[in-house]
């Protein structure tokens, strides 16, 4: 590879090159309330202009860690440097950081300008000043029209983005968003989603995210920080979180999946062969994994890359293929899920994009219909927690 190809990919991706230095850093950074752990010893490296997720389910910890960035929680242990400055003495009202709050806090008595110019007046920016920053942030959201209404005249989503214009006026280096989009519907959330991605690559501010939303997290990030129980459990990009979890937790929590408990019954120098305990399933891996035969293993395969049809594979495989009843259906529109009983009453779930009209109202398959099922050697992901 060509010493430009490498300098760009460390440009796109700097957490790859290893003389990068973090934007934000964590070290060993520890949270207690009484005989409760909130956070515990961990480690963190956020680089500039990155939109950082930290995503888990509610108390393991995210939002804690959160307000410990914001300066609103005192660690038990550990340190937090933004751009090489300690922040263990700096309180909020110094530290180069706003934060964005899930109810968006605005002031229902002024406009939407008074709301954006609030936090430059407290910090005494002259009048001119502060005219052209909030002018020009307001073009930024795309709200210049609004900014003589209050908050209860605007709409959800221009509520939210009044909320960002006044987190972001004020030029901080780390931008902290707590839940922002939890308050608007679905059809909405997804809408903002895109334009929150654009307002940051625009402005070139590093943002964190804390969410449960496991789509948002995909949706938004450049790399997501998964949390469980007050530690990290894996930190990657959205492809690497989805596509390679490092345990039987990741791949449930992101997404679908299809589990299967089993023994390595082969192990060679580019594949992995895989019987499943409970079922006359076997996986065909064509990769190597540090495994020996015997082991107990799980594989995670994803309800999408699982094909179903009405007749045997063409080719004969006696590896990743499976029988089964249809028994049960869902058509979402622009997919449909399929519900296939195996021959142990184990239930496999498929996902199928529909890319064409159904003829007579018919699906792939039909309730009750035998099926086979299969898919590809590169499919399954061999999990050993």
Not at 278 to 307: C, T
Not at 336 to 347: F, V
Request: proline share 5%; with cysteine.
């Amino acid at each position: 590879m060509a010493k430009q190809d490498i300098d760009q990919i460390f440009a796109d991706q700097p957490w790859l090159d290893p003389e990068a230095e973090p934007f934000v850093k964590i070290r060993s950074l520890t949270k207690t309330f009484g005989s409760i752990t909130a956070v515990s010893s961990v480690d963190l490296d956020i680089y500039e202009s990155e939109l950082f997720s930290m995503l888990g389910g509610s108390g393991c910890g995210k939002s804690t860690l959160l307000r410990m960035l914001a300066g609103f929680e005192t660690p038990t242990a550990g340190s937090i440097f933004i751009d090489g400055v300690d922040m263990s003495d700096v309180p909020p009202y110094d530290r180069p950081v706003n934060m964005m709050f899930q109810s968006y806090a605005l002031f229902p008595h002024m406009t939407v300008e008074q709301n954006v110019a609030y936090g430059l007046k407290q910090d005494r920016v002259g009048k001119d000043e502060i005219t052209e920053r909030v002018n020009s942030m307001l073009e930024i959201v795309e709200l210049p029209t609004f900014a003589n209404r209050k908050p209860h005249q605007l709409s959800g989503g221009q509520r939210q983005r009044v909320a960002l214009a006044r987190a972001l006026v004020k030029n901080p280096k780390v931008l902290l968003l707590d839940e922002p989009l939890a308050a608007l519907d679905k059809r909405l959330r997804e809408q903002t989603q895109f334009e929150l991605m654009n307002i940051q690559e625009q402005l070139g501010i590093t943002f964190i995210v804390v969410t449960h939303d496991q789509e948002e997290a995909m949706t938004l990030s450049t790399r997501i920080a998964v949390m469980d129980q007050g530690q990290f459990v894996q930190i990657g990009t959205p492809t690497d979180i989805y596509e390679y979890p490092q345990t039987r937790f990741i791949a449930s929590f992101i997404g679908n999946v299809n589990m299967f408990e089993g023994r390595v019954v082969e192990n060679h120098s580019d594949s992995v062969l895989v019987n499943s305990v409970n079922s006359n399933i076997s996986f065909y891996i064509d990769h190597s994994m540090d495994v020996h035969e015997n082991l107990r293993v799980w594989i995670a395969l994803r309800p999408e890359k699982i094909l179903v049809s009405d007749t045997p594979p063409a080719n004969g495989a006696k590896h990743n293929v499976a029988k089964g009843i249809v028994d049960d259906i869902g058509y979402l529109g622009n997919f449909s899920t399929y519900k296939i009983r195996l021959d142990n009453g184990r239930i496999i779930e498929i996902v199928h994009p529909n890319q064409t009209r159904p003829r007579d109202g018919r699906h792939l398959v039909e309730w009750e219909e035998d099926v086979y099922l299969s898919w590809q050697p590169s499919s399954p992901v061999l999990l050993m927690k």
